[in-house]
């Protein structure tokens, strides 16, 4: 029992009783009706909790997958592609059947036998090596509207390769030699209304190329606001933080600020205020961001937010490089980028928090996830690990936005990754802080294991609210009606249902590219089928690809904020 528990418990305890003529074998007896009573509160106390349980736990997939996750990618066939460096030597897992890598460009083994990428499948929990030839260090990546992963970019031989991953039981990469026409290392990648890629940035890049190539004679685009927000000798803007906005053009934030980019005319069309503060939230003081989820009413999409947490203070990277530990941001920035006259309205998480993942979770909140309380990204530069994640609420009052989950065991440093999984849960592996693989006599070793994290939506408790989707055509069409067809062990409550459709992002230092949650149009009850448990709801499809770009997303159900399993869609 608690303080408080003992403290009421003393109050109805036993008192020695007063001087009293009754006879000595009386004295202490009580009345039916205050026994009674006091069992009644003895019962209730007991099982008072000692303190509220955090919610969200986690569990230990695999102690080691071979490879330290520095890059995920889900795939629609709910296989998620794990990949890290190839230039620090061997990895801890053999490629198959014999298979030896030979890349006399590489800086650390030119003939290699082991694989620096897997394929984790979901389902059964297993892994299968895959060859990577050349070193796709630090890159980036998205999905195609055909699922396949093209992958951009890297270090030393592969800075200018092309990746693609089209998942199989055989499959394996396929590179594309020279498919860049800059260097991009650091770079961020977004999937555009018409299905190509666009890479922005990288170091020493401050420029953006698209890919595929529309002839062989395009170039790279310069894009000067990569030069404006570069820090001497720091830089603060690689891994630039880039959305599709509604609109058709992108936000993209580096360092401290951001612009609204046309880049079909190569112009800026807006230029946001500079984030309260001005400290930097790019790599290396590593913040992370999210587009906030967008809610489609009649069509349209009135307010498109984005939040950006945390990252460390100006002159933090300086000083961890010098042995010093600054603490870590612990503010978030929300800016409404649809406003005409946007201002960024400033909150604070429960604590500071540099190389954390914010990713979008199915009922619209916001996990925030990995990283530590002090330092930077880099390696060796990062110090106290922060163990507890937090979920934000976006549409909760201010001040009551952040809620701490239960903590992992497991330092989630430098190049980590998240990925979420179909079944609501949140992949997290990676943690390497070394230039190579080290796993003991350093104060946060290699790590290679692989976790889940599920949030509270998938306790037990919550199994009676969660909807089970039956049925629904998988490939949608804009604007189209979309009707689907579910069950709910529970009495449903029609006026807290609604559908979300999330596109399956690529995640790699601390920031998951592509990423974006729909709320669906017309998401009230309609009919009610067969009995008491099974239900249609009727939603609208997206407008435009300028809101949903043509591809593959993940389609729940949301019931009292607990979501079902997704169901993979096509968008066209």
Known sequence: MNDVSLHMLSLYSFQPPPKSTTPANHRHMMSPMTLLLYLLLLLLL??????????????????????????????????????????????????????????????????????????????SNTIRPLMVLTDVWCSSGALTPDGSLVQTGG?????????????????????????????????TSHILPDGRQIIIGGRRQYNFEFYPKRSPAEKAQSLPFLVETYDQQIENNLYPFVFLHTNGNLFI????????????????????????????????????????????????????????????????????????FDGALDSCGRIKISDPDPKWAMETMPMGRVMGDML???????LIINGGSSGTAGWEYGRNPVLKPVIYKPDDPIGSRFEVQNPSTIPRMYHSAVVLVRDGRVLVGGSNPHERYNFTNVLYPTELSLEAFSPSYLDVS??????????????????????????????????????????????????????????LDGGNLTTKIVGDTNYEVGVRAPPSCNVAPEGYYLLFVVHRDIPSEGVWVHVE
Request: contains cysteine.
């Open 360 to 366: 979008l979770l199915p009922n619209s909140n916001v």
């Open 462 to 519: 919550a199994s009676v609210f969660r909807p089970k989707i039956l049925s629904l055509a998988t490939r949608i069409q804009y604007g189209k009606r979309v009707d689907i067809r579910f069950k709910v062990q529970s009495q449903v409550d029609t006026n807290l249902i609604y559908v979300t459709m999330v596109a399956p992002s690529f995640n790699t230092h601390s920031f998951s590219m592509n990423q974006r949650l729909l709320v």
């Open 46 to 123: 007991l099982h008072l909790p000692l303190c509220p349980a955090a919610p969200g736990h986690w569990s230990l997939l695999h102690q080691t997958i071979g490879i330290s996750a520095m890059h995920m990618q889900l795939l629609p066939n709910d296989r998620v592609v794990i990949f890290d460096r190839t230039d620090f030597g061997p990895s801890n897992i053999s490629l198959p059947d014999k298979k030896c890598r030979s890349d006399p460009n590489d800086m650390a083994l030119k003939l290699d036998c082991t694989a620096h990428s897997v394929e984790y499948d979901v389902s």
């Open 155 to 187: 270090f030393n031989d592969g800075d200018h390769v092309v990746r693609v991953y089209k998942s199989c039981d055989e499959c394996d990469w396929r590179e594309i030699d020279s498919g860049l026409i800059e260097r991009r290392w650091y770079a």
């Open 253 to 324: 934030f580096a360092n401290n600020r951001a612009i609204l980019y046309d880049y079909s005319k190569n112009v800026v069309v807006k230029t946001y205020p500079e984030v309260p503060g001005g400290d930097p939230r790019n790599y290396p003081s590593t913040g992370s961001a999210v587009l906030l989820p967008m809610r489609i009413v009649q069509g349209v999409v009135a307010v498109v937010e984005v939040l950006v947490c945390g990252g460390a203070p100006k002159g933090g990277h300086i000083n961890a490089k010098n042995g010093k």
